[in-house]
């Protein structure tokens, strides 16, 4: 009986087209369902869409991650290249998101009117009316 030796390359190229496949596939899939559970009528689960961005958002970067790691070991140089650029691009747009999503939980405060009057302490009342 022979058996089949197989190269590095052969399975390295099997997990970059998983990862390409699940970066296709999954990232869209991720967004529908989270479109679909925001659709949901008369009250929408706030939590079940923010389960589904996130999973989109971690599937989104971190199969380019995991594919420029992967480059390096099989002498993929190209590859690795091409992977890095593409995370790089992933990960600030995740973060970016991340952060303007922060941002419009927690809202700045607006600053009070230039006509407020505030009392100081040690010194008289100086404000109209009191």
Known sequence: METV????????GIALGLLAL???????????????????????????????????????????????GICPFTDRRVGAWIFGVIAAVCVIFVLGSVQAHEAKLHPVPSPSPSNHCMERSGGGNDCPGG
């Open 5 to 12: 030796e197989t190269e590095p390359g052969a399975i390295s």
């Open 22 to 68: 699940i970066w296709v596939f999954g990232v869209p899939l991720c967004l529908m369902q989270a479109l679909e559970a925001s659709m949901t009528f008369p009250e929408v689960d706030q939590a079940s869409v923010s389960g589904w961005l996130t999973a989109a958002a971690w599937i989104f970067a971190a199969a380019p991650v995991l594919a420029t």
